[in-house]
């Protein structure tokens, strides 16, 4: 994809409304997560604080589920076509297809029982 289409696609996030309320939306709902995930790398006992925070996680993300499920922030417009982005999809959601799954297999399991 040529550079210029990838910069108009990312200007046309930029100026959309809907775009950011479901930035904040995602954000809002997993905020408590994101503290969990920083007590847990501060290598200091914090279990107590991580029980409350994972409680406030569950809270959060009942609380945000009607918004998570909302088509309109999150869902795929059915008339939107996407052009100038085949390589990028291509690259996130195609298929990797039986021998790559045996290479991760292998390299799983097969090498740890050797």
Known sequence: MAKNARVVLEFEDIEDEVFWK?????????????????????NVPAMDKNIFLVKRVDAAIENSSSVLNDDELF????????????EELDEVFRER?????????????VEKMI
């Open 75 to 86: 869902g795929f417009p059915e008339n939107c076509a996407i052009t100038g982005c085949e």
């Open 22 to 42: 479901s930035i904040f939306c995602l954000l809002r709902a997993v905020f408590p997560a994101l503290k969990v995930l920083r007590y847990c790398d501060l």
């Open 97 to 109: 297809g039986v021998e790559y799954e045996r290479y991760v297999f292998d390299l799983l399991f």
